[in-house]
């Protein structure tokens, strides 16, 4: 079977004219849902971690929910059911921003949360016989710390989150993998479209999984 690959039809005027705009959207919704995700997870995790019930039994819930059900199934049903909700729609893009960032919530709520837990007690302690409040404790002795030791973890995330990205296609926002799609449609080259999508995703997340090793290498000189 001759598939006839032409990669001729694939220029730079091509890229910047279908595929920049998607990958543009694909790093901004990375970068989003990643400092939201980070930001909301750790209030989470100090939420389960608080031993009150009242705010550890909802922080539960919601992580392992969010765990249980898959990322597309979430962005559909955000992308579907708040409009009826509100009574006017919000547009694909920033229903994908909000759906990632409550989602990898629940992720980086665990890595945060292995984070906090791996900071031994005594430094725990030594705060509090200087006179800190937990919430002085958590922000000047456990949380830096934990960002520092979970920080290649993070970052691992993060490259999963971009992959990710390319779900939001089932809503049709603008993202890289469709970018390609319509590159490869316009041009009547799908196949090579769709190998070069995976292609510039294979580079983008070796790359980044190659800076996280010598990251994580460092921070382990350190300690």
């Given at each position: 079977m001759n598939l006839n690959i032409d990669w001729s039809f694939f220029t730079w005027d091509l890229f910047a004219n279908f595929v920049l705009k998607g990958l543009?959207?694909?790093?901004?919704?990375t970068v989003i849902a990643t400092l939201g995700g980070i930001a909301l997870g750790t209030v989470l995790a100090l939420m389960r971690l608080s031993g009150s019930r009242l705010l550890g039994v909802p922080?539960?819930?919601?992580v392992n929910g969010m765990r249980s059900i898959p990322l597309v199934m979430v962005i559909l049903w955000f992308f579907l059911l708040v409009p009826m909700i509100i009574g006017r729609p919000i547009g694909a893009e920033v229903s994908a921003i909000i759906t990632f960032v409550a989602f990898e919530a629940a992720y980086f709520s665990e890595i945060m949360r292995a984070g906090i837990q791996s900071i031994p007690r005594g430094q725990v302690f030594a705060g509090q016989a200087m006179g800190m409040t937990y919430a002085q404790n958590m922000k000047l002795?456990?949380?830096p710390q934990a960002f520092r030791n979970m920080l290649p973890v993070l970052l691992t995330q993060t490259i999963i989150l971009f992959q990710d990205t390319s779900l939001v296609y089932a809503i049709g926002a603008y993202d890289m993998l469709k970018g390609f799609e319509i590159a490869g449609k316009n041009y009547g080259r799908p196949i090579e479209a769709?190998?070069?999508a995976a292609v510039v995703y294979f580079v983008i997340?070796?790359?980044l999984s190659w800076?996280?090793?010598r990251l994580h290498r460092r921070i382990a000189i350190i300690r």
């Open positions: 543009y959207f694909s790093l901004t919704l922080a539960t819930l919601y002795v456990v949380l769709y190998l070069a997340c070796f790359a800076a996280v090793k």
